[in-house]
Structure formats: C-alpha cells, structure tokens
C-alpha cells in the first residue's frame, strides 16, 4: 500500500541501527543494566564514554525496540536488549563479529564480488578469512564465540527434528570445539561421539566436553577432512560446513567421508536451503556474507546440494526442515557396497 520508494528508505535506515547495535554490544551496556535501570551518565562511567554521544546511540536505539529509554535518561533492558547479555541465548558476539570494523570493512568491497567474482576479503586483507583469524588471535576469539552463539540459537530445532540417538556412533565433522556434538550425547545416552577438525579448532574442545560433563563419551580425532582418513562412524554431522567452500571442494571433501563409510552409514548435513525466489528468508541475506569473505563459498539450493551429493556418491534419503531456517539434509552412499 506504500510507494515503493518510501518502502525502500525504511529498508535502508539499519544502515544506522546496525552500528548503534554494534556499539551497544561492545561497551556491554546489557550488562551494566543487568540488576536495573542505569542513568546514561552512569553508564558512560562505567564504559568510559562521552554521556551525551551515549544518550543519542542508546535513544535510537530504544527507538527501534532495544532498550528501553525512562525518565530522566535512564535506561533498562528489555526483552530484546536481553539478547545483548552474556548468558544463554546470547547474541552478542555474534553481533560483534558481523558488525565489528573487519566485517564492515568487508560489506563496503562487496562491489569487488560483483565485478570480479573475487571474495573482497581477500582482496581487502590479502590473504583468505581462515589465515587471517589465525594470524588475529583476538578476532578469532570473537569469531568462535559467535560461531557458539549461532550454534546455541539453532540447537532446539536441530534436536528436536532429528533422532540422533540411534546411531551407537556420531562423528562431527569439523564441529570445532564440539558444541552440537556435546549436546547430542547429553539428550541421547546411547551414543558415543567422535569430533574430528583441525588441531587449532578443537584447542577448546576438552573444556566443552568437560563443562556438558560429555568428554567421558567423546573422543577427538583431528585432522584435514579434505585428505585425512575420516574415523569410521555410523552418522556424520556437518553443519555449516558445506556452505564454506565451492563445489569442487565439497565433492572432495564429501567423497573423502564417503570412503570411510560403512554400509548403513549416513550423512547429516545441517544447513540452510535457498528456497522459492521473491520470498523473504534469511538464507539469501546470509549467502551475501558468504559472498563477501569466502571465495566459493555460498548458500544453496536443493538442487544443488543434491548435484554436489550425487557427484560425490551419495543420494539424498530425506531433507528435514526445521522451525529455524536450517534444514537436514540426510543421505547414505549410492553403492554402499562400494565403500566398505
């Protein structure tokens, strides 16, 4: 019912919000007002910040719903503004990663992708997003931080739409520090697991495993899931795994589990799907970051998580969606008998 322009100027007002956001994360404002309502002088404080510069990024955003501004330029949490808090179902790291200087920087070269078909990580950095996080221990603690609070906001539906607890062996593939896996073996008592990933991503697997008192069934294994023999399981988990790499490296990636599989041995792969065109979903939104800081790396389409599985040896048995926007896409060998 509105002119498509005046649609247009509201979509693009987050250009402001989002750094507002991002500033409201980083000072940990959430946290300051945890135990109640705080004057903006008080926060500014206790943050070290310009009180009437904080007033305004904290009115704006309590314009939008976060926050919530009261008399006197006092302000208090609420449900949204929660989100920003370092506990369970917390999104701010996520938020600091996606909206910190090196993401922005990245959102700004998007034109290289455009032109060139180059990710603008490498182009503004020099070297691919993986090196750089390793070379920038700070930034890859907030990177693995976020990666958790992402993986904490999908946990539920996975579990729910999945039964995890019949396979006797579970192997997450490139799970990191074992999140997903840990919670798996801590709602199922059958199984046990196995993490395999790099020797630098699983530093923190152990204190995981400890913490969701997990470790006792789990062992890690590390290595490269390209070229390493993949350990023998009875289900593999990628999740969000796929959509880091470009088809020629998923098909080698894919067809290396695959020759470690046993018959009956299947593979989970957790991740979204691009669905109808023209429809509002978070997947398309999502392959723009893919597109800015992974060179091939992309969010697909059922079709083309099928030719990458084909080509790889395997034939899709179900895709599960959930009440997030992830799916699960199950699948087993073609010939299984192939690959004993």
């Not at 290396?256 to 109808?276: C, E, W």
Request: glycine fraction near 6%; charged fraction near 20%; hydrophobic fraction near 45%.
């Amino acid at each position: 019912m509105f002119p498509g322009n005046v649609v247009l100027y509201e979509q693009f007002q987050s250009f402001w919000l989002l750094p507002a956001l991002y500033v409201a994360a980083k000072l940990d404002v959430a946290g300051i007002l945890k135990n109640g309502p705080e004057t903006v002088e008080t926060i500014a404080q206790q943050t070290e910040s310009d009180p009437e510069s904080l007033y305004r990024i904290l009115r704006a955003l309590s314009s939008q719903g976060i926050f919530k501004e009261i008399k006197d330029r006092r302000f208090a949490l609420n449900s949204i503004s929660r989100g920003l808090l370092d506990e369970p179902g917390s999104l701010r790291y996520a938020i600091l990663h996606h909206l910190g200087p090196v993401n922005w920087n990245l959102m700004s070269n998007l034109m290289v992708a455009a032109q060139t078909g180059n990710d603008p990580f490498a182009d503004k950095y020099g070297i691919p997003v993986y090196n750089y996080l390793q070379q920038h221990p700070e930034e890859y603690a907030v990177f693995d931080r976020s990666m958790s609070n992402l993986s904490e906001l999908g946990l539920a539906p996975v579990l729910t739409a999945y039964n995890f607890g019949k396979y006797p062996v579970i192997v997450d593939i490139g799970g990191g520090e074992g999140f997903l896996l840990a919670h798996v073996l801590i709602h199922y008592d059958a199984p046990v697991g196995i993490l395999f990933d790099l020797p630098e991503a699983v530093i923190k697997a152990p204190a995981l495993l400890n913490s969701k008192n997990a470790a006792q069934r789990c062992t890690i294994i590390t290595g490269d899931f390209f070229s390493a023999t993949i350990p023998t399981g009875d289900l593999y988990i990628m999740k969000n795994i796929i959509h880091n790499w470009n088809d020629d490296d998923c098909v080698r990636m894919l067809s290396n589990i695959r020759r470690s599989m046993t018959p009956g041995a299947k593979i989970l792969i957790i991740d979204m799907i691009v669905q109808t065109i023209n429809t509002p979903a978070l997947a398309p939104l999502l392959d723009i970051q893919m597109l800015a800081c992974m060179h091939g790396g992309r969010e697909r389409t059922r079709e083309e998580f099928q030719k990458l599985l084909e080509q790889s040896g395997f034939k899709i048995n179900r895709i599960i969606p959930t009440i997030a926007p992830i799916s699960l896409i199950e699948a087993e060998p073609a010939n299984p008998q192939h690959h004993v």
